[in-house]
């Protein structure tokens, strides 16, 4: 039997997440998100590498939390249990976008990304937490925003409120109509964790249920 924990916060993991039918637990992850990025950018990290190492960061830092906090034993818990970090960030032009948190940044990232393509980028790592597996893997989606006024971009903002969301959108809202095209093979991965790739691993770990 498998138990999952997923290393987020985010609603929208937790909701896709719980489509796979497996038993899981929410730890955030214990990590300063925007130090840990800095670091890595001044490594010359790629947009995708970096997003594979924040997920595997995230990942690890929630095993470190479950090893050293006896109020996060999981001992009772039947089966193998794998931990699930997950990063989603966007690049246009080699530069990073990530989340807004502000109404101003929210309406300067569309400007920039409006009439464009962009590259979304979500990372997963899976940790076995009885050792023995560690995977590291990203799914990217090509994204085409249609042309938009600054009145409709204003509006947009207002409505979703994306200012937590990489790139100021939420595709599975009010977001899915500023774009006219969209690549991608797993559309759950838009959304913040790439459901098809996920389940495949686990099937192929080797451990039953």
């Keep these: 039997m498998k138990y999952l924990i997923l290393g987020s916060s985010s609603s ?6 719980a489509r796979l039918g497996y038993s899981f637990t929410v730890i955030p992850p214990n990590l300063d998100e925007e130090l840990e990025k800095q670091k890595l950018l001044a490594q010359n990290f790629t947009p995708l590498q970096l997003a594979q190492a924040l997920a595997e960061r995230k ?3 929630v095993q470190e939390l479950i090893n050293n906090q006896t109020s996060l034993n ?5 089966g193998v249990t794998y931990v699930i970090g997950a990063d989603q960030l966007l690049t246009i032009d080699g530069k990073i976008l990530g989340k807004p948190l502000t109404v101003t940044k929210a309406v300067e990232m569309l400007k ?13 790592a899976l940790l076995k937490l009885q050792g023995g597996i560690k995977e590291v893997w990203a799914e990217v989606a090509h994204m085409k925003m249609r042309s938009l006024t600054d009145k409709e971009i204003e509006t947009y903002v207002q409505l979703d409120q994306p200012l937590w969301s990489a790139g ?6 009010f977001g899915i109509q500023l774009f006219d095209e969209i690549r991608c093979a797993d559309w759950t991965a838009i959304e913040g964790l790439p459901l098809l790739s ?4 686990l099937r192929q770990s080797g451990d039953s249920g």
């Design 112 to 124: 920039m990304l409006q009439g464009r393509e962009h590259l979304l980028i979500s990372a997963v």
């Design 74 to 78: 999981l001992s009772g818990k039947e």
């Design 59 to 61: 990942a690890e830092s």
């Design 168 to 173: 100021s959108y939420k595709i599975e809202s």
């Design 12 to 17: 929208y993991r937790q909701k896709l997440l």
């Design 198 to 201: 996920l389940s495949k691993k």
